[in-house]
C-alpha cells in the first residue's frame, strides 16, 4: 500500500485584497503629490457632470469638449515640461548667505513648479457614483459651460454620448448650514447686491448627505438674496438666474447661471433636441384630467378646484425634457406682511438622491 503524502498547508489568501486596497491608496497619495488634491474639496471651482453609468467614457467626453471649446475662448493651453524650473531659480545662488532667505526662495521655486504641473481642466474624485467632477485652473466656469450650451442649443449637433448634465461650479464650501451662510453672503453679491438686481429661482440636489435639511438650505439662501437687494424677485417660469446647490457628502457646490430652462437643465442630450420634437407633455390635476398648459399661463379657478386642492402632478419625462415642473403653493415659501409679499424660492426637489442618480 502507497504511502499518503503530506500535503502542504494551507496558504493564507486575504492578503491580496489587503495588498491591492494598499496599492490603490498610495497610488492616490501619488497623484496628490504629484498635482494637487485629486477629491472634491471646499476651495475649488470646476464643472459639475453627470454621466450614464461609465464615468472613465464620461471624463475622455468631458476632456474633448471642454478643452475644443476652452481653446476657442481663452486660446491654446501652454505647457510647461515638469522637469523645467521657474526662471531666476538658479541665479544669485552665491548671494544668498542667509539661510532664512534662501529657504522662502526654496519654497517658492517649490510652489511655482507645483503650478506648472497643473492642468487647465483636471478631473478629481466627486464622491458620488456617476458624477464627475472636473476641476479648472484660469478659466471662469459659468462663462463656458454657457458657451458650450450655446452652441448646441443653436447648431442642435449632439457631441456627447454618455454625459447628460454639466453644471459649472463656481464656489464650494463645508455643507454645514453655518458655513453656507457665510459663504453665501459674499458669494452671491455679484449677481444680486445693490445696485445689481434680477429674477431667481434656487434649485438643490444632495448626494450622500444626510445631515442637511432642503428646507432650510433654500429658506436661507433665499434670505441672503432679498437681503441684498430687495428688488429681487422669484420667477418661477423663466428666471434671470438660477441658484445651483450641489451637496455631495461634505461639499457644497455653489453656481449662479442663466437661461437654466431654455438650456433644458444644462442637459447635453436634452439641450439638443429639436422644438418640434413629439415630446410636450401634458401635466394633470390632482384628479387625473390632462390639461394643457402655455407657458406663462396659469390654471383658473375651476381647474384649481376640480384639483380639490392637491399638489400638482407631472410625469418625470416632462422635466427630462426641460420644461417646468407645475408647482403648488406648499413648494413656495412666500410670507405676506403688510400686503406685500416678500422674496419666495423655488424648491425643486432634486435631493433624495442615492448613488444611482444620473439625472
Not at 481663452?74 to 548667505?97: A, I, L, N, R, T
Not at 513648479?113 to 456617476?130: D, K, P, Y
Not at 415630446?279 to 394633470?284: D, Y
Amino acid at each position: 500500500m502507497a504511502a499518503s503524502v503530506p500535503q502542504p498547508p494551507p496558504q493564507a489568501v486575504s492578503g491580496k485584497r489587503k495588498s491591492k486596497a494598499q496599492y490603490l491608496q498610495a497610488k492616490r497619495a501619488r497623484r496628490c503629490d504629484v498635482g494637487g488634491s485629486r477629491q472634491l474639496e471646499p476651495g475649488l471651482q470646476g464643472i459639475l457632470i453627470t454621466c450614464n453609468m461609465n464615468e472613465r467614457k464620461c471624463v475622455e467626453e468631458a476632456y474633448s469638449l471642454l478643452n475644443e471649446y476652452g481653446d476657442d475662448l481663452y486660446g491654446p493651453e501652454k505647457f510647461v515640461e515638469k522637469d523645467q524650473q521657474p526662471s531666476g531659480s538658479e541665479e544669485d545662488d552665491d548671494d544668498d548667505d542667509d539661510v532664512e532667505s534662501a529657504l522662502k526662495k526654496e519654497v517658492g521655486d517649490i510652489k511655482a513648479s507645483t503650478e506648472m504641473r497643473l492642468r487647465r481642466f483636471q478631473s478629481v474624485e466627486s464622491g458620488a457614483n456617476n458624477v464627475v467632477f472636473i476641476r479648472t485652473l484660469g478659466i471662469e466656469p459659468e462663462k463656458l459651460v454657457h458657451h458650450i450650451l450655446e452652441d448646441m442649443y443653436k447648431t442642435k449637433k449632439k457631441k456627447t454620448r454618455v454625459i447628460l448634465r454639466m453644471l459649472p461650479i463656481s464656489g464650494t464650501c463645508k455643507a454645514f448650514l453655518e458655513d453656507m451662510k457665510k459663504y453665501a453672503e459674499t458669494f452671491l453679491e455679484p449677481w444680486f447686491k445693490a445696485p445689481n438686481k434680477g429674477t431667481f429661482q434656487i434649485v438643490y440636489k444632495s448626494r450622500n448627505n444626510g445631515h442637511m435639511n432642503r428646507e432650510e438650505v433654500i429658506k436661507e439662501l433665499a434670505g441672503i438674496v432679498a437681503s441684498l437687494n430687495s428688488e429681487n424677485k422669484v420667477d418661477l417660469t423663466n428666471p434671470q438666474y438660477t441658484v445651483v446647490v450641489e451637496i455631495i457628502k461634505a461639499v457644497c457646490c455653489l453656481s449662479v447661471v442663466k437661461d437654466y430652462m431654455l438650456f433644458r437643465k444644462y442637459n447635453l442630450q436634452e439641450v439638443v433636441k429639436s422644438a418640434k420634437d413629439p415630446s410636450q407633455c401634458h401635466p394633470k390635476l390632482g384628479n387625473g384630467k390632462e390639461v394643457k398648459l402655455q407657458p406663462g399661463s396659469k390654471l383658473n379657478q375651476n381647474d384649481a378646484a376640480e384639483g380639490n386642492g392637491k399638489k400638482q402632478v407631472v410625469s418625470e419625462d416632462c422635466e427630462e425634457q426641460g420644461q417646468p415642473k407645475p408647482r403648488s403653493e406648499i413648494e413656495v415659501l412666500v410670507k405676506e406682511e403688510g400686503g406685500k409679499p416678500e422674496t419666495a424660492s423655488q424648491i425643486t426637489d432634486e435631493s433624495k438622491s442615492n448613488d444611482n442618480d444620473v439625472s
